[in-house]
C-alpha cells in the first residue's frame, strides 16, 4: 500500500521511454549453504545442504530487468567455467553478444542461508576484476544518449565506465554494492539514478533516515534521484523533475521470508525495467517491491526472480 505519493510534482505524465538497457555488471557461481546459524570465528559448523548456482548482481538484475519485460544486453566479462551462466541469461532473453571471454576463473560466492532466510555472503571477484578500458569503449559503442546504464559495485573500473557513459549522454542507475573505498573515486554528480539500502545511504549521508539522507543527497547532487530501501519498512523513492521532487513511499509485502538472496536484486531489475517502460514512479517502486517480495518466498537468487505475469496477478490480488 502507499503511504505517500507524489509530493511537490504534479504532472500525470510518462517519461520519455528508454530504448535499450545496457547492464555492464557481474556474473557469479554461487556456492549456496544451508546452515544452522552463521558461523563464528573459530567455529567448525556442520552444513545442512549444498546448491550452487548462478548469482552475481549484475547477472540476478539483467534476468530480473529481462523477465519484467525490458530488453537487456549484459555486459562483462566471461570467465573459465562460466558457459552456464552465459546460457542461463540466453535462455531468460537476455543479449550476451557483449561478453568478452576471459582467462581468469569465473567469480564467485560463497553464501551462508539461516533458518530464518537471512544470508551472509563472502564473495570472490576473479573473472568480474578483468574489465579494461578498451572493453568499456566497446561495450559502450553501441549506446546513445537516453540508453539507460545499469551498474554495480562487482567489477573493476567504476569510475571510469560511469565518466565514458556520462559523456555518452547514457542514463545510469547505479545500484553500489558491495559499498567500499572504489565508491571514493565516484562522481555521484554524473548519476541520474541510485538505489541504496537504509546502510548504504548511511555511509553516504551520515543518518539512515531516508529523508535526511535524500536531503543530504539532493544537497549534494542536484540532479540525482535516488530509491532507498528499507527492509521491513518498504522504500522510498524520489525523483527530480527540474526544480521539482516527486517523492514516493512504498510499503513492503508481507510474505513468509525463505532465502532473502537476491531480494535487493530483483527489486532494482523491476525497478529499472520499468524506468524502461516508461512507469510512473509510483507503479515502477510498487512493482519493484512485489517481485522482491515473491522472490524471498523462494529459494536461490536468479532463480528466484519472478516473471512479470506473476508479479501482475500478485498486485491484481491486492
Known amino acids: 500500500m502507499l503511504i505517500c505519493v507524489m509530493m511537490d510534482y504534479k504532472e500525470n505524465v510518462k517519461?520519455?521511454?528508454?530504448?535499450?538497457?545496457?547492464?555492464?555488471?557481474?556474473?557469479?557461481?554461487?556456492?549456496?549453504?544451508?546452515v544452522p546459524h552463521f558461523s563464528l570465528p573459530g567455529e567448525s559448523l556442520s552444513?545442512?545442504?549444498?546448491?550452487?548456482?548462478?548469482?552475481?548482481?549484475?547477472?540476478?538484475?539483467?534476468?530480473?530487468?529481462?523477465?519484467?519485460?525490458?530488453?537487456?544486453?549484459?555486459?562483462?566479462?566471461?570467465?573459465?567455467?562460466?558457459?552456464?551462466?552465459?546460457?542461463?541469461?540466453?535462455?531468460?532473453?537476455?543479449?550476451?553478444?557483449?561478453?568478452?571471454?576471459?582467462?581468469?576463473?569465473?567469480?564467485?560466492?560463497?553464501?551462508?542461508?539461516?533458518?530464518?532466510?537471512?544470508?551472509?555472503?563472502?564473495?570472490?571477484?576473479?573473472?568480474?576484476?578483468?574489465?579494461?578500458?578498451?572493453?568499456?569503449?566497446?561495450?559502450?559503442?553501441?549506446?546513445?544518449?537516453g540508453d539507460l546504464l545499469v551498474l554495480q559495485n562487482e567489477i573493476v573500473l567504476l569510475p571510469e565506465i560511469i565518466e565514458k557513459a556520462f559523456a555518452k549522454g547514457l542514463t545510469i542507475l547505479l545500484n553500489p554494492s558491495p559499498f567500499d573505498e572504489v565508491l571514493q573515486q565516484v562522481d555521484f554528480g554524473k548519476l541520474d539514478w541510485l538505489i541504496i539500502n537504509e546502510l548504504e545511504a548511511g555511509f553516504l549521508t551520515g543518518s539512515q533516515d531516508p529523508d535526511q539522507a535524500w536531503e543530504v543527497l539532493h544537497g549534494r547532487y542536484p540532479r540525482l534521484s535516488a530509491v532507498i530501501t528499507l527492509g521491513g519498512a518498504g522504500s522510498r523513492a524520489y525523483q527530480v523533475h527540474g526544480d521539482k521532487v516527486e517523492k514516493v513511499c512504498q510499503d513492503a509485502f508481507k510474505v513468509q521470508a525463505v532465502d532473502t538472496t537476491g531480494a535487493g536484486d530483483t527489486f532494482t531489475g523491476y525497478f529499472a525495467a520499468g524506468l524502461m517502460h516508461g512507469d510512473a514512479l509510483e507503479i515502477c517502486i510498487k512493482t519493484a517491491a512485489m517481485a522482491a517480495a515473491i522472490s524471498v518466498t523462494r529459494s536461490g537468487a536468479a532463480s528466484s526472480v519472478p516473471m512479470r505475469a506473476e508479479v501482475e496477478l500478485a498486485m491484481a490480488q491486492l
Open 47 to 145: 552444513v545442512t545442504e549444498l546448491k550452487t548456482g548462478p548469482g552475481g548482481k549484475g547477472l540476478n538484475q539483467s534476468i530480473a530487468m529481462a523477465k519484467a519485460g525490458a530488453k537487456v544486453y549484459h555486459g562483462g566479462c566471461l570467465g573459465d567455467g562460466g558457459a552456464m551462466l552465459q546460457k542461463l541469461l540466453e535462455e531468460n532473453g537476455v543479449d550476451t553478444s557483449l561478453l568478452c571471454p576471459v582467462a581468469e576463473a569465473q567469480g564467485h560466492a560463497i553464501i551462508q542461508v539461516a533458518p530464518n532466510g537471512e544470508n551472509s555472503i563472502l564473495y570472490y571477484g576473479g573473472s568480474n576484476r578483468c574489465v579494461t578500458e578498451a572493453q568499456i569503449e566497446a561495450t559502450l559503442a553501441p549506446f546513445t544518449k
Open 15 to 34: 517519461e520519455e521511454l528508454i530504448m535499450k538497457i545496457l547492464n555492464f555488471g557481474s556474473m557469479n557461481l554461487d556456492h549456496v549453504y544451508q
